[in-house]
């Protein structure tokens, strides 16, 4: 089973640009999460998905970020303008039905850089 | 709100110990508690999951047990090995079933 696919893997902006994160879960996952990690803390969660509806998102800076998962399926995030403290890895994770106990599967991460 | 706390926050040890890791949480209206190993610059793996029905599981050399009166989970390392260095995270699945992240340990295993 193919694992969760994200990219860009690296990305190095100046500040007040804007940049977009693209996760497709594993086949079958109804649930979709977007982290946050910088370096030296845990993942922090951003937003979560079920399906195409967003069931938390408390912690997501909304006037900056934003994210969609149209269908239901892949998601992207996005960022606009950063701030030097977006520097971090964005992580998307899914997780199989059903939703309460469901094991946690990560991708391998958008590590994002913002001069 | 849940919050977990990982300790010990960093550990160094030689080839072959058997260690500890320790995960503890405010909140034990848990569904499940999930121990990840994520090594520099990559993403996370998953190593054990234990429901909240469950008292411990194996794999391997590792064995993660729960203690959800207590709020506390420890993750067991036989024989240690330098392949064993990276970071482990726990984390909490609760209430509207959000995974929350301890801070992690940072474990180095020498020769």
């Known amino acids: 089973e193919a694992g969760v696919a994200q990219s860009p893997r690296y990305k190095i902006i100046e500040k007040r640009q804007s940049v977009a994160f693209w996760c497709n879960p594993i086949?079958?996952?109804?649930?979709l999460y977007w982290y946050q990690q910088i370096l030296g803390q845990g993942p922090k969660l951003l937003i979560q998905f079920q399906n195409n509806g967003v069931v938390d998102d408390s912690q997501l800076p909304k006037d900056r970020f934003s994210a969609e998962r149209l269908k239901g399926v892949d998601s992207t995030l996005k960022i606009q303008p950063a701030k030097l403290e977006d520097s971090a890895v964005y992580l998307c994770?899914?997780?199989?039905?059903?939703?309460?106990?469901?094991?946690?599967?990560f991708g391998e991460g958008s590590r994002l850089t913002v001069l | 709100k849940q919050e977990v706390t990982q300790i010990p926050a960093a550990l160094s040890v030689p080839e072959g110990e058997n260690l500890v890791l320790n995960c503890s949480f405010t909140?034990?209206?848990?569904?499940?508690l999930q121990w990840f190993r994520q090594d520099p610059g990559k993403g996370l793996t998953s190593l054990l999951l234990i429901q909240s029905s469950q008292r411990e599981q194996t794999s391997g050399r590792l064995n993660a047990s729960l203690d959800k009166s207590s709020g506390r989970s420890t993750l067991y390392i036989a024989a240690s090995q330098p392949g064993d260095s990276a970071t482990y995270l726990c984390?909490?699945?609760?209430?509207?079933?959000?995974?929350?992240f301890g801070r992690g340990t940072s474990l180095i295993v020498h020769p």
């Open positions: 994770a899914s997780s199989r039905p059903p939703s309460n106990t469901g094991e946690l599967f």
């Open positions: 086949s079958g996952h109804a649930t």
């Open positions: 909140d034990s209206a848990i569904y499940n």
């Open positions: 984390a909490v699945k609760g209430g509207s079933y959000i995974p929350t």
